[in-house]
Nanobody, 125 residues
Framework: QLPLVESGGGLVQPGGSLRLSCAAS????????IGWFRQAPGKEREGVSC????????YHADSVKGRFTISRDKAKNTVYLQMNSLKPEDTAVYYC??????????????????WGQGTQVTVSS
């Protein structure tokens, strides 16, 4: 069983919204920096957003700024990615991942330690 489990993906029309969830059963997400990543067919995996465990700072890729928001729910041990105003180019498999503190930055690097299996997001009319 992978340490992280994503959910909430699906098919949505352009302009619509989805909220992705990232949950862990074997460790406390609050102790880790958490990132969301995506990979479209034929493209490399890219960083979308991340949230720091030390100060709660969040970072988003330029392509999603103003549309996507990453947040934590400590009580539920879950990290969310709220996606609004979705575009066809947002279509991809979305992954969440966890890494040691002080790693998350606006560079949205991909060298995380723990990954989920991914959830498909399809934006199409």
């Amino acid at each position: 069983q992978l340490p992280l489990v994503e959910s909430g993906g699906g098919l949505v029309q352009p302009g619509g919204s989805l909220r992705l969830s990232c949950a862990a059963s074997k460790f406390t997400l609050d102790y880790y920096d958490i990132g969301w990543f995506r990979q479209a067919p034929g493209k490399e995996r890219e960083g979308v957003s991340c949230i720091s465990s030390s100060n709660g700072n969040t970072y988003h890729a330029d392509s999603v700024k103003g549309r996507f928001t990453i947040s934590r729910d400590k009580a539920k041990n879950t990290v969310y990615l709220q996606m609004n105003s979705l575009k066809p180019e947002d279509t991809a498999v979305y992954y969440c991942a966890a890494v040691r503190p002080y790693y998350c930055s606006d560079s949205l690097n991909l060298e995380y330690d723990y990954w989920g299996q991914g959830t498909q997001v399809t934006v199409s009319s």
